[in-house]
């Protein structure tokens, strides 16, 4: 797990111009804000963030999938210009049972996720969530569409 501040110690997100999904989640960035959306800039495509549900809810298998699409396209943290983008394939593998994702209840989870190569409209994406105390509970895949 990498090492980042409690979620507790990381302020929420407050941005307004954002799509409608973002809503859905409190969500934490330590590393790796938007470009598009905040004009910071990064060296990589590492995002590493706090999430949870919005409404606050039990984690479970369901949330945890969806927490693997949440965080924001990577070609947003490494330009300034929002471009429509598109999913083209995603994966996602459970390394967890369903007494750890009790056990969790509805804390905060860790998202690091980063892309290897930008290339002819594509990107390819990885990323892993992790539990608060250290436990991997999933990683994702995907590769994703973004128009020049």
Known sequence: MPKVPDAERVDSLSLTEVPPWVNHYDIKIVK???????????????????????????????????????????????????????????????????????????????????????NNGFYDQTGEIWSADGSLLATTTQLVYYKE
């Open 32 to 118: 790796g804000a938007p470009r598009a959306y905040t004009k910071s800039n990064h060296a990589d495509s590492v995002t590493l963030q706090w999430m949870k549900d919005k409404p606050n809810r039990p984690l479970d298998y369901l949330s945890l999938a969806s927490m693997c699409d949440a965080f924001f396209p990577r070609i947003y943290v490494r330009r300034e210009k929002v471009v429509p983008i598109g999913t083209v394939s995603l994966t996602v593998y459970f390394h967890s049972d369903t007494e750890a994702l009790e056990k969790h209840n509805n804390h905060h989870v860790l998202g690091h996720t980063r892309a290897q190569n930008f």
